[in-house]
């Protein structure tokens, strides 16, 4: 296996980019390799690392179809829905409760 460029943090050459300096160009990698990759310094633990990818090789993204807006929406409303009242919360309903809030601390839903 070959390797790639390192580059230090903000002295990447001109035509590389991340996936989200490309996806905010609305490109998508397209199953380029990498191209090279960024390294920036942390106190405690190792460097973080960001791949950069070909910007000319890049392609456009996908866009969405009528089944994937459809999936979307299923899957948002599922995180709304609380398991044990079955009711649509109206927010993402946090993973460390399980349930919504009404549902987790009954006798303060009760006291208000």
Do not use: F, H
């Not at 460029?5 to 160009?25: F, M």
């Not at 998508?28 to 960001?50: F, K, M, S, T, Y």
């Amino acid at each position: 296996m070959a390797s790639i460029p390192v580059y230090s943090w903000r002295l990447a050459p001109e035509g590389l980019a991340t996936r989200r300096q490309l996806r905010a160009r609305g490109l998508r990698p397209g199953g380029q390799d990498v191209a090279a990759q960024i390294e920036r310094p942390r106190r405690c633990r190792g460097p973080l690392v960001a791949y950069l990818y070909s910007i000319e090789q890049a392609k456009p993204v996908r866009p969405m179809t009528p089944a994937k807006w459809a999936a979307l929406t299923k899957a948002n409303a599922a995180r709304r829905t609380c398991p044990a009242c079955r009711r649509d919360a109206g927010y993402v309903i946090p993973t460390s409760l399980g349930t919504c809030v009404a549902c987790t601390y009954p006798e303060e839903q009760r006291a208000a």
